[in-house]
């Protein structure tokens, strides 16, 4: 008999500072990290949009460490917590090449009030 074996991955996610994106320092500006943390954050839900409000719903932020110009920083998010009437996504930021953490976030999505449990 086969046996079938899923190891699901843990969705990814890049992009680059561009100028449009800092400060006078050529620091990332924070409010643009937020965003693209929150969008990839709803992106990961868009299929279940009829069971899951939207958007997402900042619940923790840590901002470790400053991003510049031109620099490459991969987002990765692992699920945290899922119950009947949440679930909390965990998004770590880091740089490319030197892998540092740049930030930390954990997104609440609610699940809507009509979700029926399997019976």
Do not use: G, W
Request: aromatic fraction near 10%.
């Amino acid at each position: 008999m086969k046996t079938l074996i899923y190891t699901p991955e843990n969705p990814k996610t890049h992009f680059t500072v561009t100028k449009n994106d800092i400060n006078n320092h050529n620091a990332l500006l924070p409010s643009i990290l937020y965003a693209e943390m929150q969008k990839f954050a709803s992106k990961i839900v868009t299929n279940n949009t009829e069971i899951i409000e939207t958007p997402a719903k900042l619940y923790q932020l840590e901002i470790l460490k400053n991003a510049f110009l031109d620099d490459t920083l991969f987002m990765e998010s692992q699920i945290k917590k899922f119950n009947n009437s949440e679930l909390q996504l965990s998004l770590t930021v880091k740089k490319e090449h030197t892998n540092d953490l740049i930030c930390k976030a954990t997104f609440k999505f609610q699940f809507k009030n009509n979700i029926q449990k399997a019976s």
